[in-house]
């Protein structure tokens, strides 16, 4: 079935480091990608998605290419804050005419001034 | 909008104990869902609802119940509480009807479990 294999974490960057956290994926057809954040204390929001091969997903200075290739979806972001402390999870839906969520174990990020 | 709301934030149960977790939403979304959230196995599917009056089967769906009698409620019932069931649950919706259409998930806020 379909599944989503994140970096495991924590990933630890001092402030203005550039990140990457690696998401690939195993579907059948032509899944969309999402990145989804979870900040302390809250549920998931959105971060970016891509819904075809080649889109690039961008919001808030991260970003990410739906590859379909390799079967990835790395997460990047060229300057984090610490702010950005917090846990990633990359997910798809799959392409069968379902809404269904398949989720990332998630990566924690921390970064310290 | 208040989005999707969930109560209550934080329950204690025993063994075998039963109870319900809310899940209202304010957006008008046909699409809602229950996830829980374990350390090292991101999100899982429990069930999830189309529109009222349909519901069905995610990933793991055992020791869990849900209806959807109106478009706004989708309560979690847990009738047989077990340490097992120890987590946090999410519950999610989108505009979504099932057919794929890639529409934002919107989640609550969380239901801390813990069952003794």
């Known amino acids: 079935g379909d599944s989503v294999t994140q970096m495991e974490g924590p990933v630890t960057l001092s402030e203005e480091a550039f990140l990457t956290i690696n998401c690939t994926y195993t579907?059948?057809?032509?899944?969309?990608l999402f990145w989804y954040v979870q900040y302390p204390g809250e549920g998931l929001q959105l971060l970016l998605k891509a819904t075809k091969a080649d889109d690039k997903g961008s919001n808030k200075g991260f970003e990410a290419t739906y590859r379909k290739e390799t079967t990835s979806f790395h997460l990047e972001k060229g300057s984090v804050q610490v702010s950005d402390s917090a846990v990633y999870f990359c997910?798809?839906?799959?392409?069968?005419?379902?809404?269904?969520?398949?989720f990332g174990t998630g990566t924690r990020l921390q970064v310290f001034p | 909008n208040a989005g999707v709301t969930q109560t209550p934030k934080f329950q204690v149960l025993k063994t075998g104990q039963s109870m319900t977790l809310q899940c209202a939403q304010d957006m008008n979304h046909e699409y809602m869902s229950w996830y829980r959230q374990d350390p090292g196995m991101g999100l899982r599917l429990i069930h999830y609802?189309?529109?009222?009056?349909?519901?069905d089967q995610g990933e793991v769906p055992n020791g869990y119940n849900v209806s959807r009698s109106t478009t706004e409620d989708f309560p979690l019932r847990l009738l047989s509480a077990a340490p097992s069931q120890t987590s946090v649950y999410f519950c999610a919706s989108s505009s979504g009807t099932g057919g794929g259409y890639q529409e934002t998930q919107y989640f609550g806020p969380g239901t801390r479990l813990l069952v003794l």
């Open positions: 997910a798809l839906e799959g392409s069968y005419n379902t809404d269904k969520l398949i």
């Open positions: 609802s189309v529109g009222a009056g349909i519901t």
């Open positions: 579907a059948t057809g032509y899944p969309s």
